[in-house]
């Protein structure tokens, strides 16, 4: 059984070398071919030379070097299009998704499910971050189709039919576990320990992490209905304080108006038009980068000793 190893790199000249090797390890000493896919979603240090010296001493290794920083989910979908495998395996190149814990979910696999994610013991980040996961994670099942008792994680592998409808997409806003939940429901999770990341930070800073959240709106039209049942709501609580102002300025007529009370009113209705006017606006941009065909990413140079297997996007027909 052939397995892809996707794994999007940025700026890990000095991990990389070794997350593969480590990686090639466990997956021949289990019986498995193996191929790698990395690709450098940007680096400008020596992460794509480190890449072409692996290509080099192993032609199972492609090399895909994006022209610019796209984003970790659109630099997966990258390398998702050049697997062959029966199975496509996406890691870090970190350490914190550890090489030695793949064969868990590889094994888990052999259960019939078609997507496994791994699941960590203890997660191994700040605070805010835990905290931010944990909002995503409750906000995307309030809002999607994600099943409720699968966690999701960077760390996953997936068969070959699941791999096929991924790739599919073509919208510049990727959110790779949003487009498996929408390929199958056969999932499951297996418990995995979080490594210590071995150098460097996180790449993704406060403002990347919101707009990877923002790729909910590709994938659900619960916040557009929000908008119907709200603007509903506001216009009947509007109609009826209407008619009860009206009945108690004819019981009363020296009833004072309340201007305070009616500028609260008209900056809370105010806001609330303002924010579902941006949340509907939010979709109309979306659909227009789409149409416009605003790219996944931008390909530099790819790196393939095999023979070619290109898929190109072909949309969603």
Known sequence: MLVSVVIPCYY????????????????????????????????????FDAIE????????????????????????????????????????????????????????????????????????EAWWRLLGSRFATWSMRALTSRPKDIYSSNFVVFRRHVRDEVVRYCGPYVYIQGLLFRATANMANVKVTHFERTQGSSGYSLKSLIRLWSTVLNFSMVPLRLATVFGASLGIVGLASAVVIFAMRMMDPQMQAGWPSLMATVLTCSG???????????????????INNAPQYVLKRVVDNRPQVRQPCEGND
């Not at 499910?113 to 997660?123: K, M």
Request: charged share 25%; glycine share 8%; hydrophobic share 40%.
């Open 12 to 47: 890990s000249e000095d991990m990389i070398e070794e997350v593969v090797e480590l990686t090639k390890k466990e997956l021949v000493e289990a019986g498995y071919e193996y191929e790698f896919i990395l690709v450098n979603d940007g680096s400008v240090d020596g992460t």
């Open 53 to 124: 010296r692996l290509c080099a001493t192993d032609a199972e290794v492609v090399g895909v070097n994006c022209a610019k920083n796209s984003g970790q989910h659109n630099a997966i979908m990258a390398g998702l299009r050049e697997t062959r495998g029966d199975i496509v395996m996406l890691m870090d190149d970190d350490m914190q998704t550890h090489p030695s814990q793949c064969l868990k979910l590889l094994s888990k696999m052999k259960e019939g499910y078609d997507v496994v994610f791994a699941e960590w013991e203890q997660q191994r």
């Open 272 to 290: 609330l038009i303002i924010l579902f006017l941006g949340i509907i606006g939010e979709y109309l941009g979306r659909v227009f980068m789409t």
